[in-house]
């Protein structure tokens, strides 16, 4: 017999997989906004509080000082943390757009900066309501591998950025290293789940998230979908082990 968690677990592995568009983009728009409201408390203990290094990290690659006034995308923003990280930055004089197809977890950053400053905008990446050449540069952390078509979602950022601004990803890596990787691959389909079950309530999202970061292009592969979207001078860094990565490219 066929229960509901049976059929949201294949879900969760299709989407992972990527086995359909149009799937991958329901199932993910639905994980994310029902754990919403406990994402935060979830980032900062299942990462060690490592995350915001590499926000930091990440937002330096963006080199937002040479146009301090600019306007910028946080893409598949969630709870607006790197827009807020942004908007805290000293020097800092400009704008972020953080959209996100998940409302919930928008709602849930809102109050974090001031309006005026970080505007939250429900978007799908794979078809931004923005204008062409409308940004100074974009930033996308832990949010590229859930987007349903890789290739379409770096085209549009391609067609939003000004031409010689940066795009900046964030994503999860896995490590080479033997023995870090036996670690970080037991913590992550063995551990985490358990621990996101048992705090977001929810019985698949903490399964689908190591399963589309195994499905996820790796550095290099990535790298080269940046260069066939139209960006130039991609280069790439990993970090802490290489449990994560850094990704920049220029339009």
Excluded at 20 to 29: A, E
Aim: proline letters at 5%; charged letters at 25%.
């Amino acid at each position: 017999m066929t229960t509901a968690l049976d059929q949201e677990a294949r879900e969760a592995d299709a989407a992972a997989q990527g086995a359909s568009v149009q799937g991958k983009r329901t199932y993910v728009q639905r994980i994310f906004s029902e754990i919403a409201p406990r994402y935060d408390l979830l980032n900062r203990l299942l990462s060690l509080g490592i995350d915001r290094r590499w926000r930091k990290v990440a937002l330096k690659r963006l080199s937002w000082t040479q146009s301090p006034r600019g306007v910028y995308l946080d893409l598949c923003a969630g709870t607006l943390d790197v827009g807020t990280e942004l908007s805290k930055r000293e020097g800092f004089e400009g704008k972020i757009v953080g959209a996100d197809f998940a409302q919930p977890m928008l709602q849930a950053g809102v109050g974090k900066a001031p309006r005026e400053v970080l505007v939250p905008v429900v978007a799908d990446a794979m078809a931004l309501p923005f204008r062409k050449d409308a940004f100074d540069g974009a930033i996308v952390a832990f949010g590229i591998r859930n987007v349903a078509d890789l290739g379409a979602g770096l085209r549009e950022v391609h067609r939003v950025l000004k031409p010689g601004a940066r795009f900046v990803i964030l994503e999860f890596s896995t490590p080479r290293v033997p023995l870090v990787r036996a670690a970080y691959l037991f913590y992550f389909h063995r551990i985490l789940p358990l621990i996101g079950r048992a705090i977001s309530g929810h019985k698949t999202a903490y399964t689908y998230l190591p399963k589309s970061v195994a499905n996820f292009p790796e550095t290099e592969k990535l790298a080269a979908a940046m260069t066939a979207a139209g960006f130039r001078d991609v280069t790439w860094e990993t970090l802490t082990f290489g449990i994560s990565a850094v990704h920049v490219g220029t339009k």
